[in-house]
């Protein structure tokens, strides 16, 4: 699922009246505090005051150095192929002809020029609406098991099974029917009142409005007042989007809710068309990556590798990449078939790392996935994970995928780096609000409060989630390979974390008000990823360094 990326309805604390204003504005926290620079996340914070991971030091360090280009794939939503920041960095499958209709390489995928779809179908579809796990599988284990006891039911492994997925899957549709209540009008109220200020500002109704066009709006209307002050506070959380993609993104997660509360269960059948309970044949999707839901895949992106230096945009914290996107996360929950074969592509393809910003509550075919987990080990590559937005200590509450293999092979795969989410400053709040936790299975921390990163269709979004973590520190493993690429995907491993220095100052535990514990408690580091100091760990590494 791509919640990973924490959006601001979380400041949507109760109902909205379709047409009270005034209402609405108060439901949205004034933003009184001094906007961080654009690139926080790659600031020093001896030097400038932000918890970043010192990028321009770990590039003073590497000048003069030969670089050598790192095929990094991001399994995510898709990707903005156009995107300016973007199109000159992507991965190209030479040994294929564009638009042909020909499997030119003969590996399985017609087409495959910049990645692939796995949840693409005939004709162009893309099944991008999709469902929770948990919903899928109370929906094929009812007919089974409802009525039944432990006594009665004859197999007791998969009936322990289906109450898990039964009190899953109740707490998750009772949680998006709160959700749906309180985003209805919420949204509507962002729609209207984005057609009174449209109308006030003589735009076309097809346009998008920014802050920098509501500081310019006067008027003495009240309607137009009340409308322009909501949308001030609303874009003040987001400071680089805009009237289109907020109510795009709130609508997003508006059907996110209501695909919980009415699936459709059929949408992978008539859209892709194969069996997710069925890995025999991995060769099935399409090569389109751009669907509306494209923007997170974008953004973790550019994050990764965006073009440095051109004067647009952001700067990616790796200057040699070549992004490989793989479309295999939904709105909704990602099927494990999809993760594992994505995996697999990835690695077939010549990625050397891997960054997945995705996560959910249950695993249905764990072992297909950990099997793939195990594919990119035997083969070098190193993955790096989100850890999730659910405020929960993992090492108590299992989330997925995860590396503790159901064969009980391992417990902390050397391959995988697991990463929460960090904010800008050394205070209270440096462990982000909604970061998931865990000193067993998290390994790091990396910025991933209010992130700055490109959008599809040359946009630019700011946003939280562990969704933006996770890719700044595969962009930091990039670079390093760049630079020094007989690095084994273990020692990637082991410099990252030995670059994130213990940070011992007492901060808010993600999920309280009141709770405060030592930062070094939340993940097996106890620090935050530092390029370099990775660069500088990787040089003694590879004995450039007496």
Not at 37 to 59: R, V
Not at 92 to 99: F, L, Q, Y
Not at 314 to 327: C, E, H, L, Y
């Amino acid at each position: 699922m791509i919640p990973i990326s924490h959006k601001i309805y979380g400041f949507v604390i109760g109902a909205v009246l379709l047409f009270d204003i005034s209402a609405s504005a108060q439901l949205l926290p004034a933003t009184t505090e001094k906007p961080l620079p654009k690139n926080w996340h790659q600031l020093d914070y001896k030097l400038d005051g932000y918890y970043g991971i010192s990028l321009k030091q770990a590039y003073t360090l590497l000048k003069g150095k030969k670089s050598k280009t790192i095929i990094v794939a991001t399994i995510d939503s898709g990707a903005d192929t156009l995107q300016r920041d973007l199109k000159d960095i992507l991965w190209t499958n030479t040994k294929e002809i564009p638009g042909n209709g020909i499997d030119d390489d003969h590996d399985g995928y017609i087409d495959d020029v910049h990645g692939w779809n796995f949840l693409g179908g005939p004709n162009g579809k893309c099944d991008f609406n999709e469902t929770t796990e948990e919903v899928r599988e109370y929906a094929k284990l009812r007919n089974k098991y409802m009525g039944l006891t432990e006594e009665t039911a004859t197999d007791k492994k998969e009936y322990a099974y289906w109450l898990t997925v039964k009190t899953t899957r109740d707490s998750t549709v009772a949680g998006s029917q709160k959700d749906y209540k309180e985003m209805a009008p919420f949204v509507n109220a962002l729609v209207t009142t984005s057609a009174i200020i449209k109308r006030g500002l003589h735009m076309d109704a097809n346009a998008a409005f920014t802050l920098t066009d509501l500081s310019k709006f006067k008027t003495t209307d009240d309607a137009e007042i009340q409308s322009r002050d909501l949308w001030k506070i609303a874009l003040q959380q987001s400071p680089e989007s805009n009237s289109s993609k907020m109510i795009n993104d709130y609508t997003e997660e508006f059907t996110k809710a209501n695909n919980d509360i009415s699936p459709d269960l059929d949408a992978r059948k008539n859209t892709v068309g194969d069996n997710p309970d069925d890995d025999t044949d991995p060769h099935y999707g399409n090569n389109l990556l751009k669907f509306p839901d494209a923007s997170h895949g974008t953004g973790v992106a550019g994050l990764i590798g965006a073009k440095r230096g051109n004067g647009y945009g952001i700067d990616g914290v790796a200057d040699n990449v070549r992004i490989m996107p793989i479309k295999a996360v939904p709105n909704g929950d990602e099927y494990d078939k999809d993760v594992a074969n994505a995996i697999r592509f990835a690695v077939d393809h010549g990625a050397r790392v891997v960054n997945m910003s995705f996560g959910k509550r249950l695993s249905p075919h764990k072992n297909w996935v950990d099997d793939a987990f195990k594919y990119a080990a035997a083969h070098n590559v190193l993955l790096v994970m989100a850890a999730g937005n659910d405020n929960q200590d993992v090492d108590a509450r299992v989330s997925y995928p995860n590396d503790a293999f159901e064969d009980g092979s391992a417990t902390d795969a050397d391959n995988v780096i697991n990463v929460g989410a960090s904010s800008a400053k050394r205070n209270e709040e440096l462990a982000a609000k909604f970061s998931n936790y865990g000193k067993k299975n998290v390994d790091v921390f990396a910025p991933g409060v209010k992130v700055t990163s490109i959008d599809k269709d040359d946009e630019f979004n700011t946003a939280d989630g562990t969704s933006f973590a996770s890719p700044i520190t595969a962009g930091i493993a990039a670079l390093l390979l760049e630079y020094y690429p007989t690095l084994s995907a273990k020692q990637l491993k082991q410099i990252i974390l030995k670059s994130a220095k213990p940070v011992n100052v007492m901060v808010l535990k993600p999920g309280s008000t009141t709770q405060k514990v030592d930062f070094t408690t939340l993940s097996k580091s106890g620090g935050i990823v530092n390029a370099y100091r990775a660069v500088q760990i990787a040089s003694k590494t590879v004995g450039e360094l007496k």
